[in-house]
Nanobody
Framework: QVQLVESGGGLVQAGASLRLSCAAS????????MGWFRQAPGKEREFVAR???????YYADSVKGRFTISRDNAKNTVYLQMNSLRPEDTAAYYC?????????????????WGQGTQVTVSS
């Protein structure tokens, strides 16, 4: 069983930056694909970014060039650096882990989910 705990959310103004962190329990962290999804009020949950066990990264078009996902296997932690934030980035952000080591854009491919951290961007 893997537990994921997100942190780093908050209220910021448009154009600001935030870094989300996700601490994972368990000894197999380095073999998992890790990712982030988000859900805004009244909208479906959507893919944001993922990183494979080998460090390959993939992004949603809406965040490409502004967000960076990274991982530190020594710390069992994955990060999401968010720059140039926009009001439309406002959402609850969820950390996810997949045993399959590569993940995908589909929620169904992830085995573990965190509780979420709120990001609010004011205009």
């Amino acid at each position: 069983q893997v537990q994921l705990v997100e942190s780093g959310g908050g209220l910021v103004q448009a154009g600001a930056s935030l870094r989300l962190s996700c601490a994972a329990s368990g000894r197999s962290f380095s073999s998992y694909a890790m990712g982030w999804f988000r859900q805004a009020p009244g909208k479906e949950r959507e893919f944001v970014a993922r990183i494979t066990d080998r460090g390959y990264t993939y992004y949603a078009d809406s965040v490409k060039g502004r967000f960076t996902i990274s991982r530190d296997n020594a710390k069992n932690t994955v990060y999401l650096q968010m720059n140039s934030l926009r009001p439309e980035d406002t959402a609850a952000y969820y950390c996810v882990a997949a045993r399959n080591s590569y993940g995908s854009r589909s929620m169904n491919d992830y085995d573990y989910w965190g509780q979420g951290t709120q990001v609010t961007v004011s205009s």
